[in-house]
Structures are given as C-alpha cells and as structure tokens.
C-alpha cells in the first residue's frame, strides 16, 4: 500500500494536469475547456525532464540493441488507442497519430529511413509509405496506412553502466513504426503478413510532440501521462529482436531460424546478460 501511494505520488508530480478536463471547473463557455487561464500559464514549467550530461568517460559499459513491442498485448495498448477520434477529445491520439502529426507540422525533423540514421526521410518520402492510389476500371481508391494498421514498435536503445551514479540505465534512441505494405493493401491476391518500418523517428527530438500528447491514466483521468513519460520510464512489454555485435548487428531471426520459442530464449539470453553486468561491475 505505501509502495502503491509513492508511486501515485510521484506520478502526480511528473504528469501534467493540460488536457480536456483542465479548467473545466472554471469556464463559462466550452472553449475555455482545456485552455490554462493567466495565472497557470505564469507558472508552469510544464516540459519533458531534461536529461543530465553524461560524459563518455563516465560510461564503463555499453550495449545498444532493439526491441520490438506488440502492440497485441494488453500492457501496451496505450500506445495503440485511440484508434477513433471522431469522439474524442483532440489532445488524445495513438502514438503513430502523434508522430505523423508531429512530421507533417514540422515539430519533429528528424526523421529517417533506418535506425543508424544514415539518410533523413522527407515527408513526401514518408507519405509513400503511408499512401497508396489506385485506379481500376476507371475508378480511383485511395488507401492509407492509419493506426489500426500499425501492429508495433521497433524501439533502439542503449543500456550503459554509469560509473559516476553507479548504476545500470537505459535511454532511448529512437523509434519505428512497424505496419504492413500500403502496396498491398486492398489486394486479396496478395496475403503479406509481415511488418515493416515505416519511418525512424530520433527520440530525443521527438520528446517535446510526444510530452505534449496525453494518455488517457485509467487511475486518475485528472492526471493523464504523456508518451515522452511511458517510453522514458519503459512501461512496455517489449522483446528483443537484435543486438549491437561482432556480426554486423545480425538479427536474432538471422542466427535462430525458423523456432520462434528458441528466438526467445535466445532474446531472453541477451536480456539475462545485460541485468548480469550491473552486477559484474561492482565485483570490479
């Protein structure tokens, strides 16, 4: 019980009170819902936690690998809904929704075709990848990758050993979202269940759209959580498909093939094998 209350605590502190429900108390008419009045304004400091310097000396150990989460399982559909937002609030939006938003307003540039950041994608690229137009006996469909498409997140991380705090952390890198072919969308003919990136996004560039979009705090809808909060904090379910080694970064699926149970395990390895080196270190 005490464990559970400090942890409410401490979320009431780290989350903000914008979103639809904020001055609902005081307006006189329904657009002043959701709106800070003057005196809220002066003082709010509202914005994603900075992170501290951590100067490369003061990293003993290091490790960058990818995840992927399923948007499938129950622990991580609140980066899934809302999937309809006709009614619904416009500060409550799925993660692919915010991310898509953010690019198309410019808040978010940067933006790539892979994790290692080698090539920026426009927004013209990205809208290949999200929008597909075909015509068929003179008729003109149009089809678009949209949030009910996207079935996960490939997430790039980096755990490392800080000396100076003396603890294992992790911060993340960035982030894709996997969906299918919008290429194969609409055709029966074809039957692709497979997922692909649709963009990378760089996290720390990011954080400011994603503090900024709400989830919706089944505990306590006065305090909603932002999404720079739930990824900071890891609250996922999340498996790891690849790590940084000697083999170009292979994939796990590369070495492990065709067992999905061993793929775990293997992945579960890797994952022992991180938790195992905070504990080295300090044999050290």
């Not at 915010?98 to 927004?123: C, H, M, N, P, W």
């Not at 909603?224 to 083999?247: G, K, T, W």
Request: some cysteine; aromatic content about 12%; overall charge negative.
């Amino acid at each position: 019980m005490i464990k559970n209350s400090l942890l409410i605590f401490i979320l009431c502190l780290s989350t903000s009170l914008v979103n639809a429900q904020a001055n609902i108390l005081n307006a006189k008419s329904a657009d002043q819902i959701g709106k800070k009045n003057e005196q809220q304004l002066e003082a709010s400091n509202d914005g994603p936690i900075p992170y501290g310097y951590v100067d490369d000396r003061d990293v003993m150990w290091s490790k960058v690998v990818w995840e992927f989460v399923d948007l499938n399982q129950k622990i991580n559909l609140p980066y899934y809904f809302p999937i309809d937002t006709t009614n619904i609030s416009s500060d409550r939006r799925s993660l692919f929704d915010t991310l898509v938003k953010g690019i198309r307003q410019g808040k978010i540039k940067e933006a790539y075709s892979d994790s290692f950041f080698t090539s920026k994608i426009t927004q013209d690229e990205i809208d290949t990848r999200l929008v597909n137009v075909r015509e068929e006996d003179g008729y003109r469909d149009t089809f678009r990758i949209q949030t009910q498409d996207v079935e996960g997140y490939m997430l790039k991380g980096m755990w490392y050993f800080d000396k100076r705090q003396g603890e294992m952390k992790y911060r993340l890198l960035a982030l894709a979202p996997m969906g299918k072919d919008v290429q194969t969308l609409g055709v029966q003919e074809i039957d692709d269940e497979n997922l692909y990136e649709l963009f990378w996004v760089f996290f720390p560039n990011a954080r400011e759209v994603l503090h900024e979009s709400k989830v919706f705090n089944p505990m306590n809808a006065s305090h909603p959580i932002s999404y720079d909060h739930l990824l900071n904090a890891r609250r996922f379910s999340a498996v790891i498909v690849r790590e940084e080694n000697i083999y170009g970064n292979r994939a796990i699926s590369e070495y492990v093939r065709g067992n999905s149970l061993f793929q775990l395990l293997e992945a579960n390895k890797i994952k022992e094998e991180i938790r195992n080196r905070e504990i080295d270190m300090w044999n050290y």
